[in-house]
Antibody
Framework: QVTLRESGPALVKPTQTLTLTCSFSGFSLSTEGMCVSWIRQPPGKALEWLALIDWDDDKYYSTSLKTRLTISKDTSKNQVVLTMTNMDPVDTATYFCARMVRLGTYRFDYWGQGTLVTVSS | SYDLTQPPSVSVAPGQTARITCAGNNIGTKNVHWYQQKPGLAPVMVVY???DRPSGIPERFSGSNSGNTATLTITSVEAGDEADYYCQLWDTTSDLPFFGGGTKLTVL
């Protein structure tokens, strides 16, 4: 059974760095084809893909946010960490992590419940 | 970048058929996936690879993809289908995934 769960601060101040952790079970990020992504959704708005890390430690970033994002994994802990620097109120959103299997076609088959991050002083 | 355009909203009466489109340049050459998101919940995949259904998804949900438009079709719409729907694909040119802007399905 595949599960993912996001954790991190609910509130961050402008200019601070956000660190989010995705803890997962039911699969291993050392298995070929496995990937974990971060996706966010501002209140009332659409999904926005942020970053992805794959089994081979290759990393992919949103073109518009790549200068602020870093994704990493700890395979032994079954965790993926996302850091986003220089947070701004417009970054207020629910942040989801999701699994993608890069074999054939690339789709997000399992999602975490999401964690709401508010950026405010 | 790869732009995916969805209508902001679609309304349909119960029992009727809803069609939600996702437009993109030569999208017919790509594999499109669809997600349903109800308020306060994470998205759930309802169609993958243009027209396949994950286990547990009713046969009322189907998909097609040709030319510049992919379509999610929901037949015999029920009140419980009211949700936001997003299309998604992986763009091999940029080697990145993209989501459409989402469509709110309202069941009248």
């Amino acid at each position: 059974q595949v599960t993912l769960r996001e954790s991190g601060p609910a509130l961050v101040k402008p200019t601070q760095t956000l660190t989010l952790t995705c803890s997962f079970s039911g699969f291993s990020l050392s298995t070929e084809g496995m990937c974990v992504s971060w996706i966010r959704q501002p209140p009332g708005k659409a999904l926005e893909w942020l970053a992805l890390i794959d089994w081979d430690d290759d990393k992919y970033y949103s073109t518009s946010l790549k200068t602020r994002l870093t994704i990493s994994k700890d395979t032994s802990k079954n965790q993926v960490v996302l850091t986003m620097t220089n947070m701004d109120p417009v970054d207020t959103a629910t942040y989801f992590c999701a699994r993608m299997v890069r074999l054939g076609t690339y789709r997000f088959d399992y999602w975490g419940q999401g964690t709401l991050v508010t950026v405010s002083s | 970048s790869y732009d995916l355009t969805q209508p902001p909203s679609v309304s349909v009466a119960p029992g009727q058929t809803a069609r939600i489109t996702c437009a993109g340049n030569n999208i017919g050459t790509k594999n499109v996936h669809w997600y349903q998101q109800k308020p306060g919940l994470a998205p759930v995949m309802v169609v993958y690879d243009d027209s396949d259904r994950p286990s547990g998804i009713p046969e009322r949900f189907s998909g097609s993809n040709s030319g510049n438009t992919a379509t999610l079709t929901i037949t015999s719409v029920e009140a419980g289908d009211e949700a936001d729907y997003y299309c998604q694909l992986w763009d091999t040119t940029s080697d990145l995934p993209f989501f459409g802007g989402g469509t709110k399905l309202t069941v009248l």
